[in-house]
C-alpha cells in the first residue's frame, strides 16, 4: 500500500512539473501578451528584412533537409536488416551521431574545412552531417513494416520493379514524416547558424527574447516561425495517422543480404561522428586541457550534469505519468510537442515570464528553473514514449491483470515498467545529453548559481580559446556516449512496439 501511494505521489509531480513547466508558462505568456496589446505596435510584427530573413532560414532548411534524406537512403536500407552485433553497433554510432551537440561537429569541420567555405553552405553540411540519422531511423522502421509486401512481390517480379512499384509508393509516407520531422528541427535551431556566423529566424528570436522585457515583443514577431512549424507538426500528426504501418507482412526473422551496403552504411555513421571529433582531438594536442577543463570548472560541470540528469529523470516519470492518462493524454502530447518544437528562445522566454516573479522566487532564483527548461524543451519526448507504453494497457496480460483486481497503478508497477525498463533508461540519458548541449533557453533561465556548459562552450567560441573550447567539447561528446548505448539497447523493443 505505502509502496503504491508512493508512485502516485511521484507520478503527480511529474503532473505538476508538466503544468508549471508548460502549462503555466503559456498561459502567463498570453496573459501578458494580452494585457500589452493595447500598446502593440503592430506595424512592426513583420517588416521586410525580417522577411527575407525567414526566407533564407526556410530555404536553408529545406536544402539540409533534402541532403539528410539523401545521405539517410543507403543507411536506413542496411539499419532495416538484423545483424546481430553490427546491427547494435549501427544503432549505436547513429544514436552517438544525433545526441552529440551539432555545434561540436561544426567546430570539427570547421578546423577540416577550407577557411574560405561558404558559411550557409557549412551550415547545410553540418546539419545535414548530424541529423541523416533520424531520417534513417524513420525510414528503416518503414522498411520493416512494409517487407511483407515486397517480399511478396519479389516472387513475381524482380528487384528493380518490386521497389518502385511497392517499396518507393510504401516508403513514402515516412520519407515525408523525416523530412517534415527535419525541416522543423533545422529551422528552430540557433546552434549551427550561430557557430558558422550566420543570423537566421532563430538567432533573431533569442535577440528579441533576451532584450525585451515582455511577452508582446518577442511573440509578434515569432508568429510567422511559430506558424511555419506548427504547420510542420500537423503535417506529421496527418501523415502519421492517415499512413499507419501494416505489421502483418512483416517477417521477423527474415534477413535479406544487402552484400556491402550495411558496411557502406556503417562507414557512413563512423566518418559523420568521429572525423570531426578526432579533428577537434587532433587540434587539442595533448591531455593538459581536458585536465584543466575539468578541475576549473568542476562546480559547474557537477551543476550542469545535475540538473540535465533531472530533467531526464523528471521526463521519464512525466512518461510514465502520461499512461494513466486516459481522458486527457492525447491533448498533453499535443501540447508537450507543440510546446518543445517552438524556437527554443520562445520557450525561454516563456519560462521567464511564468517564473519571474516574487511568489516563484523560490524556483526562477535556483537551479530548479534550469531543470524545469530542459523538462520544458524535451518533454514531448516524454509524452510519446508514454504513447507507446501505454500500448500495453490494451495488452491481454493487462486485461487479465484488471479481472484480477489490479489497478491501473499497480499495471504500470508490475507489468509496463518491467517490459520498458530500456525505454526509460533511455529516455533519462536522451534527455540529459540533449539539456547538456541546449543553448537559446538556457541562455535566458540561467542563473547566478553556476554556468551552464553549453554556455561556457559558446563563451570559450567567441573569445577563440580553442583548448578549452575543444575541452568542454569533449566531455559533451562523452555524456552523450550513455545515451547512446541505452537507446542502441532499447531500439528493437521500440520497434516491436510500432509495428504491433
Known amino acids: 500500500m505505502i509502496a503504491r501511494w508512493g508512485i502516485r505521489l511521484v507520478l503527480f509531480a511529474a503532473v505538476l512539473a508538466a503544468v508549471g513547466a508548460i502549462v503555466w508558462p503559456t498561459i502567463a505568456v498570453i496573459a501578458d501578451c494580452l494585457a500589452a496589446r493595447e500598446t502593440a505596435n503592430s506595424a512592426a510584427v513583420f517588416t521586410g528584412r525580417q522577411g527575407i530573413l525567414l526566407l533564407k532560414s526556410i530555404g536553408l532548411s529545406a536544402g539540409a533537409t533534402a541532403l539528410s534524406l539523401l545521405l539517410a537512403i543507403v543507411p536506413a536500407w542496411g539499419l532495416a536488416q538484423r545483424r546481430g552485433t553490427t546491427h547494435f553497433l549501427f544503432l549505436f554510432c547513429l544514436s552517438g551521431v544525433v545526441l552529440c551537440p551539432p555545434m561540436v561537429y561544426v567546430f570539427g569541420w570547421q578546423r577540416l574545412l577550407p577557411a574560405s567555405t561558404n558559411p550557409w553552405a557549412m551550415c547545410l553540411f553540418v546539419w545535414a552531417a548530424w541529423a541523416w540519422p533520424i531520417a534513417s531511423l524513420i525510414l528503416a522502421s518503414g522498411w520493416q513494416a512494409c517487407q511483407g509486401p515486397y517480399e511478396a512481390a519479389l516472387l513475381e517480379a524482380g528487384r528493380a520493379r518490386a521497389i518502385i512499384h511497392v517499396l518507393v509508393p510504401n516508403l513514402r509516407p515516412y520519407a515525408g514524416v523525416s523530412a517534415l520531422v527535419l525541416f522543423v528541427m533545422f529551422f528552430g535551431d540557433y ?28 511573440v509578434l514577431p515569432s508568429i510567422p516561425a511559430t506558424i511555419t512549424i506548427l504547420m510542420g ?51 587539442a594536442g595533448a591531455v593538459s586541457p581536458f585536465g584543466e577543463a575539468l578541475r576549473t570548472y568542476a562546480f559547474d560541470l557537477r551543476w550542469s550534469f545535475g540538473t540535465a540528469l533531472a530533467a531526464g529523470f523528471l521526463v521519464a516519470v512525466f512518461a510514465c505519468s502520461t499512461v494513466l492518462m486516459h481522458r486527457t493524454r492525447f491533448l498533453i502530447v499535443g501540447w508537450s510537442v507543440a510546446f518543445g518544437a517552438l524556437p527554443a528562445a520562445l520557450v525561454g522566454k516563456a519560462l521567464v515570464m511564468g517564473f519571474n516573479r516574487p511568489e516563484m522566487a523560490a524556483i526562477y532564483d535556483h537551479a530548479a528553473i534550469v531543470s524545469l527548461g530542459y523538462f520544458s524543451r524535451f518533454a514531448w519526448l516524454g509524452a510519446l514514449a508514454g504513447l507507446v507504453m501505454a500500448r500495453d494497457l490494451r495488452s491481454e496480460s493487462a486485461a487479465q491483470a484488471a479481472i484480477d483486481g489490479a489497478t491501473p497503478t499497480d499495471i504500470l508497477r508490475f507489468l509496463i515498467l518491467p517490459n520498458h525498463r530500456r525505454l526509460l533508461a533511455a529516455l533519462v540519458f536522451m534527455v540529459a545529453a540533449l539539456s547538456l548541449g541546449e543553448v537559446p533557453t538556457t541562455t535566458l533561465i540561467r542563473v547566478p548559481a553556476f554556468a551552464p556548459v553549453s554556455l561556457t562552450i559558446i563563451e570559450k567560441f567567441h573569445r577563440f580559446e580553442d583548448e578549452m573550447l575543444i575541452a568542454l567539447s569533449m566531455i559533451l561528446v562523452a555524456a552523450s556516449l550513455p545515451a547512446a548505448l541505452t537507446i542502441a539497447r532499447a531500439w528493437g523493443g521500440l520497434r516491436r512496439q510500432a509495428l504491433r
Open 191 to 218: 546552434g549551427v547558424p550561430h557557430a558558422c556566423g550566420l543570423i537566421v529566424y532563430a538567432t533573431e528570436i533569442l535577440g528579441w527574447a533576451a532584450n525585451t522585457s515582455g511577452a508582446m515583443e518577442t
Open 233 to 283: 507538426l500537423a503535417a506529421i500528426a496527418w501523415f502519421m495517422l492517415a499512413h499507419q504501418p501494416n505489421a502483418a507482412g512483416h517477417n521477423e526473422s527474415r534477413e535479406e543480404s544487402f552484400g556491402p551496403v550495411i558496411w557502406v552504411a556503417l562507414a557512413l555513421g563512423l566518418a559523420s561522428w568521429l572525423v570531426p571529433i578526432t579533428v577537434l582531438l587532433w587540434h
